[in-house]
Each structure stands twice: as C-alpha cells, then as structure tokens.
C-alpha cells in the first residue's frame, strides 16, 4: 500500500471487505509524501479488501503473495509468494475524494 501525495494529513486503513472499518490505521502521511507500508490483509467479501483515506490521495496497491490453509499451525509452506503486481494505482484511474473508500479484488485464488 503506498500514498501518493495525498492532498492533507491523513491516513489509510484496509480491511476485509464487508467488515467493519477498523480503528487503527496502515499508515499515516502529510501532504505531498509518498509513503508505502506493507500489510497482512485478510480477504473479505467476494475474495476482496477495502481500503479507506481520510485525506483525498492516490493510493497504489500491490500483492506480493497469500497465505494458504496449512494442517498444522506449524505446517511449513504456507505463504506462497508471487511476482509482485499492481492491484490499483490510482494515478490511472482518478484520485478517491477524502473519506473515500476502494474496494479491492485481491486476485488470489479462494481459500487463501
């Protein structure tokens, strides 16, 4: 997740889509930073995650990989990690208004 020069101060959150927003925040930014971060998201409804920004700011969105169902919490393999591939950038497609929220295909199979 990366803020592109948001027009105040702000903050971004992500969630399951379909829950609740949470009260904790990604990260934080000033206007005119870009600021990355990374983040473990669970997958919410429709196998996506929303993504919230108190300021009007870009937002890029990228998956590095998932995790997948293991049969024991100490099971070896279950991050499975992908080429890194650009989700959103909003650059492209229009800056979301303050207060604004995307929602996101995770593109990763079901059940992870």
Known sequence: MTAVAPQGVGYIAVWPAGSPRPTTSVLNYRAGEFVPASQLVRLGAGGAVSVFTLASSHLVVDVTGYFVPAPDAV??????????????????????????????????????
Do not use: E, I, K, N
Not at 80 to 86: A, F, G, K, S
């Open 75 to 112: 099971g070896s393999g279950r991050f499975v990690p992908v080429t890194p591939h650009r989700l959103v950038d909003t650059r492209d497609s229009g800056r979301p208004a303050a207060g604004g929220v995307v929602r996101v295909a995770a593109d990763v199979p079901d059940g992870a």
